[in-house]
């Protein structure tokens, strides 16, 4: 099931343990090469502290938010050796510039996310405020983007189709 980004920040964390809130999943983390959330920066909602839930730690997303075993699963980002270049990339997809090879398209003003892998499969692209009149909202899917860095998403050209064989239609003859 596709989820899309406001389902999935600003979301409590509850503990299975405690049956309450242990902190607040603030903004995802991405891995810019495959367009993965890796985990969440979270608030502890005890002092205050930035802390990190991994993906891998999250029992369930349901309406509440989600469901962990324990506090124990939030990290210190300073902890995470595997993830600190991730961290330091800090990526974020929101606002990212989405151009084809030859034209800019607009910023990602929104995704969606599979709920079970947490892999992004749709961009929401806001155009131009003229183009947006004509066209309305561009939805860009994962199999369309080619090129992923700091400052862009170069995409497949949403416009360019594939040629079609003009078929020859005869009259059938009467007789």
């Known amino acids: 099931m596709l989820i899309v980004a406001k389902s999935i920040t600003e979301q409590p964390v509850m503990s299975l343990r405690t049956g309450g809130r242990v902190a607040t999943a603030k903004r995802p983390i991405f891995n810019p090469d495959n367009l993965k ?72 003003v929104d995704f969606a996310v599979d709920s079970e892998t947490l892999y992004v499969q749709k961009l929401y692209v806001g155009q131009s405020m003229l183009k947006s009149l004509s066209d309305g909202q561009l939805s860009v899917d994962r199999n369309q983007i080619i090129e992923v860095d700091d400052k862009k998403i170069t995409i497949k050209d949403p416009l360019q189709h594939t040629p079609v064989k003009p078929q020859v239609v005869t009259k059938p003859v009467t007789g």
Not at 44 to 63: C, G, M, P
């Open 37 to 108: 959330i890796i985990g969440f920066h979270c608030e502890d909602s005890f002092n205050r502290e930035h802390l990190v839930l991994l993906s891998q730690d999250i029992r369930d997303h349901i309406k509440q938010g989600f469901v962990v075993d324990d506090y124990e699963v939030l990290s210190e980002p300073d902890d995470l050796v595997r993830f600190q270049k991730l961290l330091k990339i800090d990526f974020e997809l929101i606002g990212k510039t989405v151009v084809t090879k030859e034209k800019k398209l607009g910023k990602v």
